[in-house]
Structures are given as C-alpha cells and as structure tokens.
C-alpha cells in the first residue's frame, strides 16, 4: 500500500524559509513533486524531479523554491525560503508509480501560512 507522509509545514514570517519533506513507501516512483492549494484557488504544480533529478518550477517560483529527492529513503524535500504571503497554502506531495500502470499518488497535504 502505497503511502506519502508529508512534515515541515507551519507559520512563518515573510521573508523566512521553511523545508517541507515527503516520505513515500510502498513502492517504486518516477516522477516527484509538490503541489498547492490556496483556498477558493485550483491546486497548482510548485516543482516537480525526475529520478534522475531534473527538475521543473512553476516560473513564479523559480530562485525561491528548490526540491530535491533522494531515491534510496523515497523522499523528496522542498526547501522554500523568501516567502510570501501569496505562498500560504496547503502543500501536497505527489509521487508518480515507475511501474505500469504508473498510478499517480497524493499526499494528505501540509499546511504553509506565510503571515507577520
């Protein structure tokens, strides 16, 4: 049974950082990521890493926002600093299945509030 077990949200002040962490079990992923969901907003992509560690942002957040992974503990990690109060949210890790049929799994999500 697969499973993604997110940590590291909380409040912050503008301008601080905060790291949050993805811990997956049950399998073999491909593609990692974290996604955000602001209240009354659409879920959006944040950044997402291959295997083999390339890696995608959405443009707004590129410079501030970096994810890594490391494949032999299945986690992946998104450091955020200089945030904003536009950042607040609720962070859900995402893993994609390496193996047919590639089955896309989500987090419980992580709530990140950017707030003085």
């Known amino acids: 049974q697969v499973q993604l077990v997110e940590s590291g949200g909380g409040l912050v002040q503008p301008g601080g950082s905060l790291r949050l962490s993805c811990a997956a079990s049950?399998?073999?992923?491909?593609?990692m990521g974290w996604y955000r969901q602001a209240p009354g907003k659409q879920r959006e992509l944040v950044a997402t890493?291959?295997?083999?560690?390339?890696?995608t942002y959405a443009d707004s957040l590129k410079g501030r926002f970096t994810i890594s992974r490391d494949n032999a503990k299945n986690t992946v990690d998104l450091q955020m600093n200089g945030l904003k109060p536009e950042d607040s949210a609720v962070y859900y890790c995402?893993?994609?299945?390496?193996?047919?049929?590639?089955?896309?799994?989500w987090g419980q999500g992580t709530q990140v509030t950017v707030s003085s």
């Open positions: 995402n893993a994609r299945g390496l193996l047919w049929p590639m089955t896309n799994y």
């Open positions: 049950g399998g073999i992923f491909g593609e």
């Open positions: 890493i291959t295997r083999g560690g390339s890696t």
